[in-house]
Nanobody, 124 residues
Framework: QVQVVESGGGLVQAGGSLRLSCEAS????????MGWFRQAPGKEREFVAG????????SYADSVKGRFTISRDNAKNSMYLQMDSLKPEDTAVYYC?????????????????WGQGTQVTVSS
């Protein structure tokens, strides 16, 4: 069993930055592929970014490419999402997800472990 906990959400003005963190426990962290998803009010949850167990490969949704950066520190059992140049349309609950695989995963159906989410609100 893997527990994942997000932190770092909050309220920020458009153009600002936030850094989300996700800590995982209960399993060797370096065995986990991980990702970030988000769900805005009235919308379905969508993929934001994914990273392989080693951090060697990453992928981003087109809507965040060039503004968001996903990274991980296996020594700290942590994954991060640096969000810059935030826009009001980035407002959502952001979820951390993890699963045991060597693949780079982009679809939420492939992720087995999920956090409770952290709210990010971007004001205009």
């Amino acid at each position: 069993q893997v527990q994942v906990v997000e932190s770092g959400g909050g309220l920020v003005q458009a153009g600002g930055s936030l850094r989300l963190s996700c800590e995982a426990s209960g399993r060797t962290f370096s065995a986990l592929a991980m990702g970030w998803f988000r769900q805005a009010p009235g919308k379905e949850r969508e993929f934001v970014a994914g990273i392989t167990w080693s951090g060697g490969r990453t992928s981003y949704a087109d809507s965040v490419k060039g503004r968001f950066t996903i990274s991980r520190d296996n020594a700290k059992n942590s994954m991060y999402l640096q969000m810059d140049s935030l826009k009001p349309e980035d407002t959502a609950v952001y979820y951390c997800a993890a699963t045991v695989t060597t693949e780079l995963l982009l679809t939420q159906g492939r992720y087995y472990y999920w956090g409770q989410g952290t709210q990010v609100t971007v004001s205009s």
